[in-house]
């Protein structure tokens, strides 16, 4: 990292931003083609849980390629200076690489799903086993975790 003075490297700060961020973002490759996607997620024992339709581009380059990347951030605006090339955000953000699978049992896809829906304030469900069939419910396990930060 260059700015090393804006380094997380703390893995609990990191985490607080994680757990609070509404919207994570992952970055797939199609061969030489990248692909970003803004996703709802969960965060539990170092994976990001991620829910899905059984079919679409997203679930089509996991199934070619599972390594992707995760950004995740939050940012409360602008730092405004007299000089407009001075002008800073004020911000956290956590840039992840990871291993996808698809979970594929009834009972950890409902784990899954509800670690989903407590990210959000949710309450945990019972989830009818038709409904799990329908849906895709992706993990992806992280294994590498890097954090930036200005004005916090």
């Given at each position: 990292m260059r700015?090393?003075?804006?380094?997380?490297?703390?893995?609990?700060?990191m985490e607080q931003v994680i757990l609070s961020s509404p919207v994570c973002r992952i970055g797939l490759a199609d061969g030489a083609t990248p692909y970003i996607v803004p996703v709802c997620f969960?965060?539990?024992?170092?994976?990001?849980?991620?829910?899905s339709a059984m079919e679409g581009l997203?679930?089509?380059?996991?199934?070619?390629?599972?390594?992707?990347?995760?950004?995740?951030?939050?940012?409360?605006?602008?730092?405004q200076s007299d000089n407009p090339c001075s002008w800073e955000?004020?911000?956290?953000?956590?840039i992840c690489t990871g291993t996808a699978a698809f979970v594929e049992g009834p009972v950890e896809k409902a784990q899954a799903l509800n670690c989903i829906l407590?990210?959000?304030?949710?309450?945990?469900?019972?989830?009818?086993?038709?409904s799990l069939e329908k849906v895709c419910v992706?993990?992806?396990?992280?294994?590498?975790?890097?954090?930036k930060k200005h004005g916090y």
């Open positions: 700015r090393k003075d804006r380094e997380i490297t703390d893995r609990s700060e969960g965060y539990q024992d170092g994976a990001i849980y991620v829910h997203k679930v089509d380059i996991l199934r070619k390629n599972p390594r992707c990347c995760v950004e995740i951030d939050e940012s409360e605006g602008a730092i955000m004020r911000y956290r953000s956590i407590e990210h959000y304030g949710g309450e945990p469900q019972k989830f009818p086993e038709s992706i993990r992806i396990a992280i294994e590498t975790m890097t954090g």
